[in-house]
């Protein structure tokens, strides 16, 4: 069986060398602070499709508070959501500038799905599948994080791939099956975990970890992998249950 190969390093990584063979990718930004202009700028400069799912629009044009004249580098394509949290006047400064302003009122969605749902939209359209990025997708209010891990079980029949990135980390979920992590420790690390979140427990083996598992039952109430370190630039993970993988960024 061949394992399923993920590198958030790929996305994350300045250095174009290790990005040539990325995958196209569509950047979700959501409605959380952007602290890191790192990490903006690095998914931002190689994303096919940039989207703000509403108050995201916000946090985008307030992380250039300190830095204006660089506002106009960073125009999104799309801004879509109930619109309930984007501020008036910075809907009127992107729309001057060309994005594409979607309201929709579904009162069964969040805003992160209505922008999810516009990635497939447009992949059908164009016969490609954009992996997704959805940038701050963790931390804030806790039915919003959980809404976050929700969308990945969603998206888990799809062979596009989806990272949540945030200040601290990347997350994703690993789906039944064996996989194989390329990490750049100069970027992730030291620290990740295993975790069994939405299903009653996984059993898992694992190399490449300071603390490996051994075909070990993980669940809540047993024992779920947390602050685990990297132990190596390739980590392996098989797992009989979906399973979040989720490392620190440096
Ligand atoms: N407090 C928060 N904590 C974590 N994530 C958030 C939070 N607020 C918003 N988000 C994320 O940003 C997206 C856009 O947020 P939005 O500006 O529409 O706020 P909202 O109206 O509270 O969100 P929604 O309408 O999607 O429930 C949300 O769908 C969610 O993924
Ligand atoms: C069981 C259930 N719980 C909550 C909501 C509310 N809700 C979920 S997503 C959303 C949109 C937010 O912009 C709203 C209002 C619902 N519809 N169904």
Request: glycine share 6%; aromatic share 8%; charged share 25%.
């Amino acid at each position: 069986m061949s394992a399923y190969v993920w590198s958030a390093a790929k996305f994350l990584s300045r250095n174009s060398k290790d990005t040539t063979q990325r995958p196209p990718y569509a950047l979700i930004i959501l409605n959380q602070p952007l602290n890191r202009r790192d990490l903006l700028s690095v998914l931002w400069r190689n994303a096919s499709l940039r989207i703000c799912a509403d108050g995201g629009g916000n946090r985008l044009y307030d992380s250039f508070t300190n830095d204006p004249s660089s506002r106009d580098q960073f125009i999104p394509d799309v801004i879509r959501g109930d619109l309930d949290s984007l501020r008036p006047e910075i809907q009127e400064y992107y729309r001057e500038r060309g994005t594409l302003i979607e309201q929709l009122h579904a009162q069964d969605s969040t805003d992160f799905m209505k922008c999810v749902a516009l990635v497939r939209e447009r992949d059908e359209v164009h016969k490609v599948e954009h992996d997704i990025i959805a940038l701050s997708a963790l931390g804030g209010r806790f039915d919003q994080t959980m809404a976050s891990i929700h969308m990945l079980f969603l998206l888990k029949g799809e062979s596009r791939k989806v990272y949540l990135v945030s200040d601290e980390c990347v997350t994703v979920l690993l789906d039944v099956g064996k996989h194989e992590i390329r990490l750049d420790q100069k970027i992730e690390g030291p620290t990740c975990g295993v975790v069994p979140v939405g299903v009653a427990g996984a059993t898992l083996t694992t190399s490449g970890l300071r603390w490996n598992l051994d075909h070990y039952y993980c669940n809540f109430g047993g024992l779920i992998s947390t602050s685990n370190l990297l132990d190596s630039d390739v980590v392996t993970i098989e797992t009989d249950q979906p399973v979040v993988w989720t490392v620190e960024l440096r």
